[in-house]
């Protein structure tokens, strides 16, 4: 394993294929590589790396030339977007002359110690290059002097690194309630590509992942260079490229917190800690950056280890209209089904008969739930199942009796502002309402032996005032207080598991992900959208922490009709659940989704540890993904039709991900529906039915299988095992 070293006046981090370099010159490191690996540098090649790295001295310039540093400021004549950016509130003087005190260097991480007498501050940077993953995490913490008498704002922390002039486009994310992480790609110009999040969440239409990479980057080629914000609050991401470049690189890559004026106040003694930005570099596009995100993720010791269970969430089957016996039906019909856990959702508590009341009063609603939810949790444990409850502790609906006895813990003005969803938001920042919400909670989960909590949060925040602080800002303290009782929870619940949901998946970041256990990706269970959705949201993510769920066949978000089999396969490539209303379907379609929860037990494993594979295809209306097992003796593909296309012939589509060497037979696996085509089936379907199709990988990575164009909306299962 390559060690990381310092030469003389240099840091050479390396690891799975990536390295870092930087320079500790003074005043201020600067930052020569981050990307491919440079191998083992001779005390030669270190020198001329130095000397090579040297940008020009240009015209109407600066006299000397200009580096890119690990915190650049107008001190270094930096004229992008600076590191770091405050004011010494009394004198009003915003400009900051960091300079380097410290390094360490460890095995794989490097930390950098900056500070700036006049100020009175420090900035301790720490760069960690995971020598198993190559992810970088690149994090700060600010410091005030001891004796600082003054106080120190803090605008923002923004942690970038520089990126070639290869890199000339960016792919980052857009999207809405329902259609989460779109992607989005444009040329790299000139001028900043600012992306922000001021809605107190990472949000619905989160820029989730930049990625800058050399031109038309796809799933499988290209250069690309990527960083994630981990963090739930107010964000921003962006690539920059100014005309005098950044050091010998055209231009920066990074991100931050987006702290609200006055967020940040440091006194003597006082520290801001900025959320850390997570880097990685592939040569083998976005699935190289895929697959780096995902076995970093799994590395982790909190990394949920046991079988995903399969789900069953009542949302879609009942919404607020909790009657028992409904339940206990739909719970023997999951039983029956194969379902490991049932989720009760939205509903359960104090006068929660719609969305216009309830939120804050966490008290099992004696109306609707007589003998409490005993009778539904026994039953559900009956089956041997799991049991798991909605909350949605954030959030307060101002009719509820919290917000009646406690205005003040509303985090709003004293008069709130417009309401989402007829709610606004609880001040968890307030010492006594996170104590009430934590307690309710803990409450639940003891006497009702939770085994998940799926966390909601529906609205975005706006004119997130502190009533207990004066009308500050709160974004910040908010997300803090979040974190610290999904951590509290998790201490004196270690099993307990969490899902991060949000209208959807409108908080999905490594943050959230720290503390919980899977994400609910979108709320649109139409399998067209979510195969893209599921597609896109799994660039950062691994498919055990998506929650992917089989909808009714008229999509309640869409109105799309689609057939069960779409549906099924489409929610078998990730943590798979059933969000239906099993009593309105037939013997046959129950035996088919019976057939699935079987053969989703069958694969999770493969699911839930493989690496992610995309085709890049030139039909848009078509996609090829998979997961192949680490050793690549497995595989299970699927072959999808989202609508119709010119081409008559789908073609030969290569297989990717696979061992050249390995010779794999390939079934079709049509237990959960065959697929419709909209020709006659090949030849090699009727081998592959019959288990006597055979290939090498080499011949299914370069002439591929020719795959039979399905009608629209149609998917099919191919599964691959080595002989
Ligand atoms: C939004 C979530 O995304 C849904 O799955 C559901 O839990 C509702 N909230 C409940 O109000």
New binding site residues.
Partial sequence: MPLSVAHPGLVHLRGAGVSLVIQFSEPMPRVLHWGADLGDLTTQETESLLVSSAPSATHNSTDEPRYFSVLPTEADAWSGTPGFEGRIRQTGAPYFRFELDDVTVGEHSTSFDLSDRAAGCTVKLHYALDPDTGVLAASAVVRRHADATDVLDVHHLTLMLPVPDRAVEVVDFTGKWSRERSPQRTPIGFGTHLRESRRGRSSLDSPYLMMAGTQRFGFRSGEVWAAHVGWSGNQRYLVEQLPEGAGAHRSTLGGGELLLPGEISLSAGETYTAPTVYFSWSERGMDGIADRFHEWLRRRPTHPRAPRPLVL?T??AVYFDHDLATLLRLTDAAGDIGVERVVL???WFLGRRD?GTGLGDWFVDAEVWPEGLTPFVERIRSHGMDFGL?F?PEMVNLTSRLAIEHPDWVLAPPAPGPSI?NQHVLNLAHPDAWQFIFDRIDALVAEYRIDYI?W?H?RELHEASRQDAEGRAGVHAQTQALYRMLDALRAKHPALEIES????GGRIDLGILERTDRV?A??CNDPEERQQIQRWTGQLLPPELVGTHVGAAESHTTKRVTSLSFRLITALFGHAGI?LDLSAHDARELSEIRAWARLYKEQRALLHSGRVVRADLADEESMFHGVVAEDRREALFAWVRLGTSVPIQSGRIALPGLDPETTYRIELREEIGAPVLHEVAPAWFTAAREGSLVMRGALLARLGLPMPTLQPQQAMLLRLSAI
């Fill in positions: 969430n949302w879609e959702d939205d509903g969305d909605w949605e969803r799926k909601d529906n949901c949000a209208s959807g609910w979108s709320d969000e």
